[in-house]
T-cell receptor, first 116, second 113 residues
């Protein structure tokens, strides 16, 4: 069974440019999450999808970030325009059942974003 | 304001000995706690978890202890193996319908042969 797949693995862009990150969850997983780890800091929650609906986007930093999950399959996270402080590793995770005690999240390898 | 704290950025132990990784939390609403392990260039991998109604959970070489009154949990690895060398993240969640993990900064464990 394929795990959570993220693309690209690395992205280097200039400040002001646009970048789109993609996440393919494990097949059949309705729940999809985006997290981010800025250098030297903790991994922080960004948002949570249940199928194509945003369940919780309280962690999104600002309106330069747009996450979509059309059709309830893969998800994209667009940063437009990118700023220096957006640099970090963006992780996607998925889970099969509704969130709750005992439900594991399966993480992808992450996209390392560098904004210069 | 860090709600989950791992105060030791790194830990080095000898193969075969016990590794103890510590984690403190401040939010009383947390009722589910997890440990994730992360190798370089990979995503975090679930290791072990514990609900707030328990004070201990064991899975093979890994045991997690929870002290609710002290808002403290620890991960014990016995015996430690070189393959255990990784970054270990403590995470917490209020559970319920919003599975939003709050992570610590991680502890780099190095197990020396």
């Amino acid at each position: 069974e394929a795990g959570v797949t993220q693309f690209p693995s690395h992205s280097v862009i200039e400040k002001g440019q646009t970048v789109t990150l993609r996440c393919d969850p494990i097949s059949g997983h309705d729940n999809l999450y985006w997290y981010r780890r800025v250098m030297g800091k903790e991994i922080k929650f960004l948002l949570h999808f249940v199928k194509e609906s945003k369940q919780d986007e309280s962690g999104m930093p600002n309106n330069r970030f747009l996450a979509e999950r059309t059709g309830g399959t893969y998800s994209t996270l667009k940063v437009q325009p990118a700023e220096l402080e957006d640099s970090g590793v963006y992780f996607c995770a998925s889970s099969q059942d509704s969130p709750g005690i005992g439900e594991k999240l399966f993480f992808g390898s992450g996209t390392q974003l560098s904004v210069l | 304001d860090q709600q989950v704290k791992q105060n030791s950025p790194s830990l080095s132990v000898q193969e075969g000995r016990i590794s103890i990784l510590n984690c403190d939390y401040t939010n009383s609403m947390f009722d589910y706690f997890l440990w994730y392990k992360k190798y370089p260039a990979e995503g975090p991998t679930f290791l072990i978890s514990i609900s707030s109604i328990k004070d201990k959970n064991e899975d093979g070489r890994f045991t997690v202890f929870l002290n609710k009154s002290a808002k403290h949990l620890s991960l014990h690895i016995v015996p430690s193996q070189p393959g255990d060398s990784a970054v270990y993240f403590c995470a917490a969640s209020p559970g319920g319908s919003n599975y939003k993990l709050t992570f610590g900064k991680g502890t780099l464990l190095t197990v020396n042969p």
